[in-house]
């Protein structure tokens, strides 16, 4: 069974900096997609970045030149290094494995940007 277990949320001041990370396990090795989505109060979930098995990165214009997905494929895990944190990416964080069809989520870790 997969599961997938975020960490490192918390309450920042803007222009501050957090790293979440996220540990895959009973995962199967092969190509797969690793992302980070967010949810803030009264919105849709929103994809932020996306990495490949190899390393391919994609981020979404908000968060550009600010975030910075990576992952340790020998750990099966995935990090979100974001500065320069905003009020505006104030969210519950989540993971998101895609493999083979499959997609599995995490069950989030929250993010206060706040004076």
């Known amino acids: 069974q997969v599961q997938l277990v975020e960490s490192g949320g918390g309450l920042v001041q803007p222009g501050g900096s957090l790293r979440l990370s996220c540990a895959a396990s009973?995962?199967?090795?092969?190509?797969?997609?690793m992302s980070w989505y967010r949810q803030a109060p009264g919105k849709q979930r929103e994809l932020v970045a996306t990495?490949?098995?190899?390393?391919?990165?994609y981020y979404a214009d908000s968060v550009k030149g600010r975030f910075t997905i990576s992952r340790n494929n020998a750990k099966n895990t995935v990090y979100l290094q974001m500065i320069s944190l905003k009020p505006e990416d104030t969210a519950v964080y989540y993971c998101?494995?895609?493999?083979?069809?499959?997609?599995?989520w995490g069950q989030g870790t929250q993010v206060t940007v706040s004076s």
């Open positions: 998101k494995r895609d493999q083979f069809g499959y997609v599995y």
């Open positions: 009973g995962v199967i090795s092969g190509i797969n997609t």
């Open positions: 990495i490949s098995v190899s390393g391919s990165t």
